[in-house]
Every structure is written in structure tokens, then in C-alpha cells.
């Protein structure tokens, strides 16, 4: 079993920037896949980014990519999303995701442990 835990979210302004957080506890993360997923009111969920057990990230290009850095330290038992230039409509829940397996998903299903979210709010 995994537990995480989201931290790192707020209210900031266009433009601005964030850098969310997801503690690992529980089994070792460290040959597994992990990503952040967002949902906003209204919306399903939706990928953001991925990282493999072997630090190769993946983004979702139309949305994030050049904007967002997904990393993890593996000494930590930590991911991290660093946002930047945010927009008002990457306004939502922010969730971090483990997967029992090594390489990444883009769809939730692919996962199987999910923290509780954190919410990111970018006024105009």
C-alpha cells in the first residue's frame, strides 16, 4: 500500500507560479510510474504529467508542456509539479498518482493510488 499526500497548492495570480508536492509513505515508490492529474468543477480528469521509475517525464502537450516540470527525488519518496507562467484555466483539484507499474499512463485508470488533492486556484 501507498499513502500521498498533496501540498503546495494556493491562490496566486496570472502569470505566477506554484510547485506542488506528493509525500510518498508506505511501499517504495521508487520502480513506479507517477503522475499529477487535474479536475476542474464541472470536468472530468484530466492528465497533466508523468514520470517513469527511471525519471523520463511526459506532459500533456496541448495544456502544460513549457510551462510545467514534473520531478521526483527518490532519496525523498517525493513528486513535485512545478508550475509556472499559470493561467486562470489551470485553475482546479490537483491530484498526485502512483502506479504499480514502471512506465506511465495518461488516463486515471492507469493508476492506483491517489492522493486527496490539492486546489490550485490563478486569478485574473
Known amino acids: 500500500q501507498v499513502q500521498l499526500v498533496e501540498s503546495g497548492g494556493g491562490l496566486v495570480q496570472d502569470g505566477g507560479s506554484l510547485r506542488l508536492s506528493c509525500a510518498a509513505s508506505g511501499d517504495t515508490i521508487s520502480r513506479s510510474a507517477m503522475g499529477w492529474f487535474r479536475q476542474a468543477p464541472g470536468k472530468g480528469r484530466e492528465f497533466v504529467a508523468a514520470i517513469n521509475w527511471l525519471g523520463v517525464s511526459t506532459y500533456d502537450v496541448n495544456s502544460v508542456k513549457g510551462r510545467f516540470t514534473i520531478s521526483r527525488d527518490y532519496a525523498k519518496n517525493t513528486l513535485y509539479l512545478q508550475m509556472n507562467s499559470l493561467k486562470p484555466e489551470d485553475t482546479a483539484v490537483y491530484y498526485c498518482?502512483?502506479?504499480?507499474?514502471?512506465?506511465?499512463?495518461?488516463?486515471?485508470?492507469?493508476?492506483?493510488?491517489w492522493g486527496q488533492g490539492t486546489q490550485v486556484t490563478v486569478s485574473s
Open positions: 498518482a502512483a502506479s504499480s507499474n514502471m512506465q506511465v499512463a495518461v488516463e486515471p485508470r492507469g493508476y492506483d493510488y
